[in-house]
């Protein structure tokens, strides 16, 4: 069987992460200042990867950033600048909440894929990064590739991540997760958001039955769900006493992000966004093992645009 789009794509990240830290110091003017109060939009994947930024721009304490659904959108809210984030460059709600805040007088980023599309006009500044655009219906390269940039614009060095996501490709993925029945993937700070992305990809590339919650939340109630054959898989440090809860309830844990002498799985800590190239696998995994095209997400498409 030839590789799937998404399995071609998915394998490109690390070029594209270099390629995008390499970006950052040229797109820096376009891109939230240091202090300015920001709010990044964005649906789907895009909102999630609105919410990682978020929590690392203002952790990082390059200043207060909220992360919105573009559908949902406080107007009414006082930011400094709104960031967009959008793809394909067409999603309506983007695009609505991007020409009200405008003409609200708020300064409008967008970060997309696509020069040729509605987002040019819809946004005072635009970052492309066309070299990380996709012929998949699901995102995965150019959702972590714009992470990427904005990571590198808050100063990381993502040449570790780079490494990382070249470890995630080659790694096998363990049969027990592969034939898994569900999963729920944690989270904390920046990496709630990559949970929330793992958990959608999970859903549209493969029709997967997966949950998110940040990680602190996982035993007010999510833990209910998890059992011999379900995963419960969480990026980034375990909170303490986890890893017992999840072995207690009989589930299998997965965390490859965190230390191994932090309850890690692991044999070295991977980065985080690392750690979402192998869910991104593992969703293509499942879908071919299903007889399903990953390319071809059943009731999906690129993008949402409403009449
Ligand atoms: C956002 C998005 C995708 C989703 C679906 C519909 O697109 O919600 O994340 O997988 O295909 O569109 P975009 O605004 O980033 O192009």
Request: hydrophobic share 40%; glycine share 10%.
């Amino acid at each position: 069987m030839p590789a799937s789009r998404t399995t071609i794509e998915t394998a490109s990240q690390p070029e594209c992460w270099q390629r995008a830290a390499d970006l950052a110091p040229a797109e820096a003017g376009k891109l939230p200042r240091d202090g300015e109060r920001v709010a990044v939009i964005g649906c789907g994947t895009s909102w999630f990867m609105a919410q990682s930024y978020a929590a690392l721009r203002e952790s990082g304490g390059h200043g207060e950033t909220d992360a919105f659904a573009a559908s949902e959108f406080p107007f009414g809210r006082a930011y400094d600048r709104v960031l967009a984030i959008t793809r394909s460059g067409t999603t309506t709600e983007v695009l609505r909440a991007s020409e009200r805040l405008r003409t609200a007088g708020v300064p409008v980023t967008a970060i997309t894929a696509d020069p040729r599309t509605p987002v040019m006009e819809h946004a005072d500044e635009v970052v492309v990064l066309d070299f990380a655009d996709e012929e998949s219906v699901v995102q995965t390269r150019f959702a972590t590739t714009a992470l990427a940039l904005l990571r590198a614009h808050l100063g990381q060095d993502l040449t570790a991540a780079v490494a990382d996501t070249r470890t995630a490709l080659a790694q096998e993925l363990p049969a027990e997760i592969v034939g898994a029945e569900q999963f729920t993937f944690l989270g904390t700070g920046w990496t709630y958001g990559l949970a929330q992305e793992a958990a959608l990809k999970m859903r549209e590339a493969a029709g997967a039955w997966t949950e998110s919650y940040p990680a602190m939340e996982y035993r007010h109630g999510p833990i209910s769900i998890t059992g011999p054959g379900r995963v419960t898989w969480a990026f980034g440090p375990l909170p303490e006493g986890l890893a017992a809860d999840v072995a207690g309830v009989g589930g299998r844990l997965e965390a490859g992000s965190a230390a191994p002498a932090d309850g890690g799985t692991g044999t070295a800590a991977l980065d985080p966004l690392a750690d979402l190239v192998r869910v991104q696998r593992l969703a293509v995994a499942i879908a071919e093992n299903k007889g399903y095209d990953p390319d071809r997400p059943r009731n999906l498409t690129r993008s949402v645009v409403l009449s």
